[in-house]
C-alpha cells in the first residue's frame, strides 16, 4: 500500500477538543463544550509558561537607541521574560558594531549600588518583572544617546486561542498529543461523569508534555571548563 507522501494534518480547535473529550470518555455535543475546551486550552498555555522555555516562543529584539542618563527601558510588549541580554555598540556599523556581555544584576544587588547615576558604558542590568511590562534597568546609566542598543533574547507569551476558538494554538504540531491529553485532563476536572479518569488523563498528560519537552531544546554542545572561565 501506498504512503500519502504529505504531512499536511493540521486539526484546529473544534478536532483538538472533539479527540480531548473522546480521551475523557465524553462526547462533545453543544457550543459550550467548545467555549469551555477554548478556556481550558488558554490556562493550560499558560501552565506551560511556567514550565520553562519554549523554543518556539524565544525570539531576539534589538531595543531603541537608548539615551543619555536615562537608565530604565520597558521591553517590548508580551515579554514574560527575558534568556539573555547584551550591549550592542555601533548598531549598524560594519567595521565598529560590537556586542558586549552584560552581567545580569539581582534587586539586592541593584539597590546596594552607591551612585546610580554615574554614566559610562552600561555593564550591568537588572530585569524587574512587573505585572504588565518587564523593565530592564542598567549600569551605568548610558553616556551617550547615539551609541548604545540592547540586544535581547526573550521569551514572548504564548497567543491564546481567540473567541469562540477562531484559531489554532499556539504551539509547533510536536505539542499537539501533549495539547489533547492536557486538554482531556482538564475537561475530567470539569465533568463528574468522567471522575474516574482523571488519574490516568493526569498521568498520560505529564508523560505526553515531558516526552516533547524533552525534544523541544537545544540540540547544540556544551562545554564546561573549571575555574569560572568561559571560553568563546
Request: charged residues 25%; negative net charge.
Amino acid at each position: 500500500m501506498a504512503i500519502s507522501g504529505t504531512n499536511l494534518f493540521s486539526p484546529d480547535i473544534a478536532e483538538l477538543t472533539e479527540e480531548a473529550f473522546e480521551r475523557a470518555g465524553l462526547k462533545l455535543s453543544n457550543g459550550y463544550d467548545l467555549r469551555t475546551a477554548r478556556r481550558s486550552i488558554d490556562f493550560m498555555l499558560l501552565e506551560w509558561q511556567n514550565r520553562g522555555i519554549n523554543l518556539w516562543t524565544v525570539d531576539e529584539v534589538v531595543s531603541a537607541t537608548l539615551v543619555k542618563g536615562t537608565a530604565s527601558y520597558t521591553l517590548e510588549d508580551n515579554t514574560i521574560a527575558v534568556i539573555e541580554i547584551l550591549l550592542r555598540e555601533n548598531d549598524g556599523s560594519v567595521s565598529t558594531q560590537t556586542d558586549f556581555d552584560m552581567g545580569r544584576i539581582s534587586r539586592d544587588v541593584y539597590s546596594g549600588i552607591p551612585n546610580k547615576l554615574v554614566e559610562g558604558r552600561p555593564i550591568q542590568v537588572y530585569i524587574d518583572r512587573q505585572v504588565e511590562s518587564v523593565v530592564a534597568t542598567v549600569w551605568p546609566v548610558p553616556d551617550e544617546s547615539s551609541k548604545y542598543k540592547l540586544v535581547y533574547y526573550r521569551m514572548r507569551a504564548m497567543y491564546d486561542a481567540g473567541a469562540g476558538g477562531a484559531y489554532n494554538p499556539d504551539v509547533p504540531n510536536r505539542f499537539w498529543p501533549a495539547l489533547v491529553s492536557g486538554l482531556a485532563y482538564s475537561i475530567a476536572l470539569k465533568r463528574p461523569e468522567a471522575a474516574s479518569r482523571i488519574q490516568v488523563l493526569k498521568q498520560d498528560y505529564e508523560f505526553q508534555f515531558k516526552m516533547a519537552a524533552d525534544e523541544d531544546r537545544e540540540k547544540a554542545a556544551i562545554r564546561f571548563y573549571p575555574g569560572g572561565y568561559n571560553v568563546r
